[in-house]
């Protein structure tokens, strides 16, 4: 997550400990550092989207299934992306009035598809088992064979 920081060549803040988890004093540290971009995961995101916060242009979210977005001045945009994959499968824009939270759609290089018990794909719409596919996924599990299989 910290390489496309600084291939944009932007200035990363290492998170003291006592601030990861205080929401507040967080919000501040961001604001007194003039923060733009951050990461948040998404239940620290959703507690942190309560206060008003005038440095960020947008807020990246990811981890868990975003279940609230309060309006913001800046852009929230929800990553999904599982372990086997790397970072982030799927992106996008939250917009005001969105009344389902979606996980967005797969990045460049990646693809997603719902397949039903069967393997086969399913129809838009209809619940399955969501399976990516791409350049960032993992070719296997280290040392873990029953897993990889």
Do not use: W
């Not at 998404?42 to 440095?55: D, G, I, K, P």
Request: charged share 20%.
């Amino acid at each position: 997550e910290v390489y496309p920081y600084l291939l944009a060549g932007a200035t990363l803040h290492v998170i003291p400990e006592e601030l990861r988890l205080d929401v507040a004093g967080l919000n501040r540290y961001m604001e007194e550092q003039g923060i733009t971009i951050s990461f948040l995961p998404t239940q620290l995101a959703e507690q942190f989207m309560r206060l008003e916060n005038r440095s960020l242009k947008t807020l990246l979210v990811g981890g868990d299934r975003l279940q609230q977005v309060r309006p913001q001045p800046y852009r929230v945009v929800n990553n999904y992306g599982p372990t086997e994959n790397t970072v982030v499968t799927t992106s996008i824009e939250v917009k005001p009035g969105m009344e389902v939270l979606p996980i967005g759609k797969p990045i460049a290089n990646n693809r997603v598809y719902v397949l039903g018990a069967d393997g086969r794909l399913v129809p838009v719409g209809v619940p399955g088992e969501l399976c990516v596919s791409g350049e960032s996924l993992a070719r296997g599990y280290l040392g873990r064979p029953e897993l990889t299989a």
